[in-house]
Nanobody
């Protein structure tokens, strides 16, 4: 079965950086679109961004220019580099695989203090 395991979350000050990782198993990783979503308390889950099998990426408007998604197909891992973090980036971050039907990781908490 599909397993997605996120890591790298934590507490960081505003303006700082974090890198999240998501290790995938049970899928042909190189062929899958991988994504990152987040959900803040009391808010709907939102798309952070995706990386396609081609390596192309797209991002939500709120993170464009600050966050970067990359993938290492040899390690079956997708990364989310988060720079210039803001308190409003505080959320649980989830890794996904797929396009129309998504598999989800368990999430990792990111807290940005002001």
């Amino acid at each position: 079965q599909v397993q997605l395991v996120e890591s790298g979350g934590g507490l960081v000050q505003a303006g700082g950086s974090l890198r999240l990782s998501c290790a995938a198993s049970g899928i042909i990783f190189s062929r899958n679109t991988m994504g990152w979503y987040r959900q803040a308390p009391g808010k709907q889950r939102e798309l952070v961004g995706r990386i396609f099998s081609s390596g192309n990426t797209n991002y939500g408007d709120s993170v464009k220019g600050r966050f970067t998604i990359s993938r290492d197909n040899a390690k079956n891992t997708v990364y989310l580099q988060m720079n210039s973090l803001k308190p409003e980036d505080t959320a649980v971050y989830y890794c996904t695989s797929g396009v129309t039907i998504l598999d989800w990781g368990q999430g990792t908490q990111v807290t940005v203090s002001s």
